[in-house]
């Protein structure tokens, strides 16, 4: 297992990579260009000077998250050809620069999506949060605005701005597309881009759906253990895998996060980690929390045990951190939160690994 952290490139970040150095036991960094728009190719001298910034600072770039998937792939468009082998051009570089781990999703239109990014909690501190029937009610508009307002100047992953212009447009398109013509699409992708996972030694894993249930209207396709076995179904490459993203699934209650990761591990099919808590407040509204079990209702020490018993061997990250000690940072991404979550996963993992003997 390798720990590693999020961070953005090109100063759009708040924190530093001599600072995530200094972070015990993270040996690398899941990172993108998120001013390159989806579907374009990543160059290769782009990204090893980004490489080479990150082993200067004593780091690995062995994980990409994310490499978008343009929305015309998704849509199953006659164009989507060319942004396909765009993107496995993509991959191709990424291989020469030493990249093991891709991380994406297949949501439409929108990334992840939370109500309110600044909500207070009883320590003092702030998390992101989820209002189930506030957010049904938001229009695009609000929706747009009030993602753009917390961000702190920051490009929010999945909310880059090149994307607004045709958000409207994209929802009306996916109110006639069934679910069973989505997967369609999927696996049209799958099948185009897995031969070259396997020849570039990259691995796969497709983010959950955030919150994992329908909204707006969009198909979903990534949200409990069934979808789950039916992506990986798509398509039999070992590289077609899933990023275990625990407060993504995690947020429907109804999903036992433990015995996913269980399964899903020993299938060999999990080659990254998001581990993150989240609590409830009624059964479609949640906020974040900080990453302890307690904090939360995710064992998190069930889901570190199935992990490592189930031989995963893969990267992890902590997700989302709450915003404490005053700082200013990308919503969910600040230094502080996520490096003592980076720190408890990581006790988590020597106890089982210690207990096991
Ligand atoms: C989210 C997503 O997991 C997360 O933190 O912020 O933006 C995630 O990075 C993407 O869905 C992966 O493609
Ligand atoms: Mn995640």
Known sequence: MKMVFRWWPNGDDTVTLAQIRQIPGVSGVATMFSDIPAGDVWPLETIMA????????????????????????????STRDEYIQNYITTMKNLHEAGVKCICYNFMPV?????????????????????????????????????????SNDMTLPGWEPERFPAMA?????????????????????????????????IDFGVHPDDPPWPLFGLPKVVCSA?????????????????T??????????????????????????VPFV?????????????????????????????????????GFDGYIRPDHGRKIWGEESRPGYGLYDRALGSQYILGLWEAVKRGEK
């Not at 069934?226 to 899933?242: C, P, T, V």
Request: glycine share 6%.
């Open 50 to 77: 980004l490489r080479d910034q990150v082993q200067k600072a004593g780091l690995e770039m062995e994980v990409i998250e994310s490499v978008n998937v343009h929305e015309d792939i998704k849509k199953g468009l």
């Open 110 to 150: 929108m990334d992840w999506f939370r109500s309110k990014l600044e909500a207070p909690l009883s320590d003092g501190s702030s998390a992101m949060a989820y209002e189930h029937s506030y957010a049904s009610s938001l229009t695009l508009d609000r929706i747009i605005s009030g993602m753009m307002n917390g």
């Open 169 to 201: 447009k994209d929802i009306e398109f996916y109110q006639n597309v069934s679910a069973e013509d989505y997967f369609k699409n999927i696996t049209y992708f799958l099948d185009a881009i897995m031969p070259y996972a396997e020849e570039y030694d």
């Open 226 to 242: 069934e979808s789950i076995r039916k992506y990986l179904a798509l398509n039999s490459s070992k590289r077609n895998g899933l």
């Open 244 to 269: 275990l993203c625990t407060g993504s699934l995690g947020a429907n209650p109804e999903n036992d996060v433990p015995s996913m990761a269980e399964e899903f591990a020993a299938m060999g099919r």
């Open 274 to 310: 998001h581990l993150r808590n989240v609590k409830h407040t009624s059964e479609k509204d949640f906020h974040e929390s900080a990453h302890l079990s307690s904090e939360g209702d995710l064992d998190m020490y069930a889901i570190v045990a199935a992990l490592q018993k189930n």
